[in-house]
């Protein structure tokens, strides 16, 4: 009888070949929860003190719009300048917050919904500098490396949404910056996107092109793909007066705002660990009060980003142990009020891929999403405590957070996943193994996940492929996203009026434009 060839083969390729979604093994808005640091009692001692910091203390420097339309909603403007917000004040703007948020993608498929406990991962980040692998340097990053970083990011599966991860230095005018960087960071992605401002004008610049993407002001509006990343405080309990202005403008514009507190444990905020969560709590509740007074229920995200101090030095540690365990806290607390929160975990004290960055970015990024953040911010790419950002990284990062997010689905438990008739089966006709059970075939690709560049070969295997090296692997998969794929999700007419209108400094060749 001849031999059949090409079985093997043909099983090979079937098994690589993309999932369909309802067979995948993880996907975005996991649920989390598992890992919970804080006791309920811990809960309710953070959420009192939280609102003591918010009645006794308040904040300093708040913008006059800030001080009218929180007064008029309860707040009290004290002799001493400062803005305080009494609990019921603060009790009313939770009962009337959004709850249940919808970030929306260009594309509907990549909506993300944040309620409950659902898990999802986001870049983001403003580093100075690009962590270049291939010649072990830092450099300037420049016009085109955003727009690159979006390209490979949408290609990612676990990168849920594109938050800018560097500013673009080459760029020296404030306006056009935010702007360039608000059109990058849209051009190169279909999933939703986060970006910044530096001034209010500049957020209506902004509005502006994105009206122009939609279609038209009210089609942005029923699907606003942008959020904006406001840090209105600078901790402690002191208001951003021109990031007020950006909120403003921002929640007036129907555009979903990140409330972002970033105090640094020992440096701006307290050393022990429930006080600085405390105050990054007080500091976001702060901001949804305006939020909620500028436009009842407007949608925002509480952005608990509290970070961590090495007391040695006083330098910035974002890859420590308790950058995980304060972040999960700020997560458990955001689901004792039920509100929809994103943190800061992933990053790595690092300068550049190697193994402590791998543990770094794994052990934080996996407490918050076991935690159930609703974002994990800063998830992907980002080195030395965010100075630097490795686009080779996040490639390399998208399996490691495909392993997070399979490590927080956890297993289920019925009666088909004991599996007692196959232990049988096995056991009793003396088959010795799993391999060839009908149920280890059918459950290969929706129990299990596999790396995409990782490397699982054997030594010898290893070897017959001349000892492949995984940054070599990213750095080859980089280089051929960004040879070959150049999203057209915006139309060549919109994009050209676009530039008409604006100072585009990226050309239309290196958007992938004739």
């Not at 403003?248 to 990140?258: A, D, Q, T, W």
């Not at 009020?337 to 996996?366: H, I, V």
């Amino acid at each position: 009888m001849a031999r059949r060839s090409g079985g093997r083969s043909a099983r090979v390729a079937e098994r690589q070949a993309p999932l369909a979604e309802e067979v995948k093994p993880v996907r975005p808005g996991e649920v989390g929860g598992a890992y919970a640091p804080l006791k309920e009692a811990d809960m309710q001692a953070i959420a009192e003190n939280a609102l003591r910091i918010l009645e006794e203390i308040g904040f300093s420097r708040a913008t006059p719009h800030c001080i009218e339309v929180c007064v008029a909603a309860g707040a009290i403007l004290g002799d001493d300048g400062r803005l305080r917000m009494p609990r019921e004040l603060v009790e009313r703007t939770m009962e009337m917050a959004q709850r249940d948020l919808t970030l929306y993608g260009q594309d509907p498929k990549h909506d993300l919904q944040l309620s409950g406990q659902k898990v999802h991962f986001s870049t983001a980040g403003a580093a100075v500098h690009i962590a270049d692998p291939v010649s072990n340097s830092y450099r300037d990053p420049v016009t085109s490396d955003l727009f690159n970083m979006s390209r490979i990011a949408d290609t990612c599966e676990h990168i849920h949404m594109f938050q800018r991860t560097c500013v673009l230095r080459d760029l020296l005018d404030p306006r056009v910056l935010d702007i360039n960087t608000l059109y990058e960071s849209v051009m190169g992605t279909t999933k939703h996107v986060g970006t910044a401002f530096t001034e209010a004008d500049h957020v209506s610049d902004g509005l502006e092109m994105l009206h122009m993407i939609a279609g038209s002001e009210e089609a942005w509006r029923a699907r606003p793909f942008v959020s904006m990343s406001n840090c209105f405080v600078v901790p402690p309990m002191t208001f951003a007066e021109e990031s007020l202005e950006c909120l403003r403008v921002g929640v007036e514009g129907g555009m979903p705002i990140l409330l972002l507190a970033a105090g640094q444990a020992g440096a701006t905020s307290p050393a022990l660990l429930a006080g600085a969560v405390s105050q990054s709590w007080a500091e976001c509740l702060g901001g949804l009060v305006y939020v909620n007074a500028i436009k009842p229920g407007a949608p925002a995200i509480i952005g608990t980003w509290p970070f961590v101090s090495d007391l040695r030095t006083g330098a910035m540690s974002g890859g420590s142990p308790e950058q995980g365990i304060l972040s999960a806290a700020c997560v458990q607390m955001g689901n004792y009020f039920n509100l929809p929160t994103g943190t800061a975990c992933g990053m790595t004290d690092a300068k550049l891929p190697d193994f402590q960055a791998g543990a770094e970015r794994a052990y934080t990024a996996s407490a918050a999403a076991m935690a159930g953040a609703n974002v994990v911010y800063e998830s992907a790419g980002m080195y030395a405590s965010l100075m630097g950002v490795c686009p080779e990284s996040l490639i390399m990062d998208n399996d490691v957070l495909g392993a997070c997010l399979r490590i927080t689905k956890g297993l289920k438990v019925d009666e088909e996943a004991l599996s007692f008739d196959v232990i049988k089966d096995v056991c009793l006709n003396n088959k010795g193994h799993y391999l060839g059970s009908g149920q280890t075939l059918q459950v290969m690709q929706s129990e299990y996940i596999y790396p995409e560049v990782g490397d699982r070969l054997s030594p010898n295997q290893w070897k017959e492929a001349n000892t492949p090296v995984l940054l070599d692997k990213a750095i080859a998969k980089k280089d051929k996203i960004l040879a070959e794929y150049y999203p057209q999700h915006v139309d060549d007419a919109t994009d050209l009026a676009i530039r008409e209108k604006f100072n585009i400094s990226i050309s239309r060749e290196q958007i992938g434009r004739a």
